[in-house]
């Protein structure tokens, strides 16, 4: 049993003084005393729990800030995905495992205790199972929590239209696809703090047989994610294939339960919106990304309202900040309606605190990672804010996440604990150098494909 002791700790809402937490040999809180006036060293600062970061595309690290220049006068999200396509044929398994080890560390000095990756690179010259190992082996490697999404993508649009060459490296059949599910199922108990679940790429890269061959045939009790309602024009082509909207289709042909994480959902009608909530599926939302492509804002008052939940994710890691994050989700909302204070409840009126609550309950039910409050029964995954950061002076203790994400640009994130382990102390891994100079390598012979 290891025991650890914490300066102040979030418990129930409300921060909790000098807290002895003991916790299992699984990562499991087991007891939690508070004004605890026992020996031992004590962490000083705030304690919380971390993030679970609820989408990844870890090989798009390494072309992040790479897009930025104008291709035409009409550059959207699909001149974007062109760009990808080319970088994407590039990534060997070694490239990839040593990419994601640099992203992961990165989340995690950011607070992020796990990830789930949405995982479409499978061609490999060794196999498909390579791909997801060097993925496996990363989240094992730097220690953050995992949860692989391997993706089915079998279609360039709706109605099954073939893949282009570019996207054949991404291809599975429904029953290739179980055949992986399967073996990788066998193989990722043998990682701690991982698990499996599946996602679809998007309902215009999945037909209607495959989605329901897969599940009915899944091997996995963990989630499952899609990508939907990114773009306007993914709206149209689905309303002009099937006559629906694609929320609408999903829910008219599919039992959606809280196991479904439905990622940008961008694009949503109010009957749309209704009807997630009532089913208690997460919208993974991903504002950096969705802003850097243009895609839209989410209506997220609207859904908070209808008692919606959201989780967030870093998508294509143009920025590893859980902070920016919710910071630009809320000023996004406010530049919208051109008002502030978007994110607040009845309950909860501060919009930090609001939406960091919202986005661990989220991102715990979508991760499949019970760890969305600091309790009993519940992993030992926190983050611990330095309470001597010049951006959390003197602050009111119901001031402080609210801080936390709307005061500077600061890494106020000093230790992290994924199941009990003390990944970043006092801001760094003990790896890290050795992970940094195995990037550079990697990135400095991909040069050549990046311009």
């Known amino acids: 049993m290891k025991r650890i002791i914490f300066e102040k700790v979030l418990l129930n809402g409300n921060w909790a003084e000098n807290v002895l937490l003991e916790i299992n040999d699984d990562g499991v809180i ?49 001149t974007w995905r062109d760009i990808m396509y ?49 993925i496996m082996d990363a989240a094992n490697n730097v220690g953050i929590g995992l ?31 179980i055949s992986l599910l399967t073996k990788l199922n066998e193989q990722i108990n043998k990682f701690d703090h991982q698990h499996l679940g599946l996602a679809f790429h998007s309902l215009r890269a999945v037909p209607e ?20 309602a990114e773009q306007l024009a993914e709206v ?20 959606i339960d809280d196991r479904w994480c439905l990622i940008h959902a961008t694009h949503l009608s109010d009957d749309e919106m209704c009807v997630i909530a009532k089913s208690g599926a997460i919208v993974g939302l991903c504002p950096t990304t969705e802003a850097n492509l243009g895609d839209g804002i989410f209506p997220l008052e609207t859904f908070l309202d209808m008692g919606g939940n959201f989780g967030i994710g870093s998508d294509s890691h143009i920025s590893v900040s859980a902070v920016e994050e919710l910071r630009l989700l809320e000023y996004g909302q406010r530049l919208d309606m051109q008002k502030r204070n978007i994110a607040t409840s009845e309950k909860e009126v501060h919009t930090g605190t609001n939406l960091y609550k919202s986005a661990l309950r989220g991102g715990s039910m979508a991760s ?34 609210d801080r936390f994400i709307f005061n500077g640009n600061q890494n106020v994130v000093q230790h992290v604990f994924v199941a009990g382990e003390h990944l970043i102390n006092n801001y760094e891994h003990a790896n890290e150098d050795q992970i940094y100079d195995k990037f550079k390598t990697v990135m400095e012979g991909l040069q050549k494909h990046l311009d």
Not at 37 to 63: E, T, V
Not at 148 to 168: R, W
């Open 236 to 255: 149209d082509d689905s309303i002009s294939f099937s006559g629906k909207r694609p929320v609408e289709w999903l829910y008219e042909n599919f039992e």
């Open 30 to 78: 087991a007891n939690i005393e508070t004004g605890y006036k026992g020996s031992g060293d004590m962490i000083a600062g705030y304690a919380l729990p971390g993030l679970n970061n609820i989408h990844s595309h870890a090989f798009q690290r390494a072309m992040a800030g790479l897009a930025e220049y104008s291709a035409s006068d009409l550059d959207s999200f699909w």
């Open 368 to 401: 499949g990672f019970k760890n969305n409050e600091i309790k009993t029964g519940n992993r030992a995954d926190l983050i611990v804010l330095d309470r001597n950061a010049s951006t959390l002076l003197a602050t009111p203790d119901n001031h402080i996440i």
């Open 86 to 134: 080319k970088f994407a044929g590039k990534i060997s398994s070694h490239d990839l495992k040593i990419i994601a080890s640099q992203l992961y560390l990165e989340m995690l000095k950011a607070g992020y205790v796990s990830v789930s990756e949405f995982h479409y690179l499978h061609d490999a010259p060794n196999g498909v199972m390579d791909m997801s190992f060097a």
């Open 147 to 177: 949860c692989h999404l391997p993706v089915l993508y079998m279609a360039s649009g709706f109605g099954g239209n073939p893949l282009t060459n570019e996207q054949v490296r991404f291809s599975q059949s429904a029953e290739g696809f």
């Open 209 to 228: 047989k495959a989605l329901k061959y897969v599940l009915e045939h899944n091997p996995t009790n963990g989630p499952i994610h899609i990508h939907i």
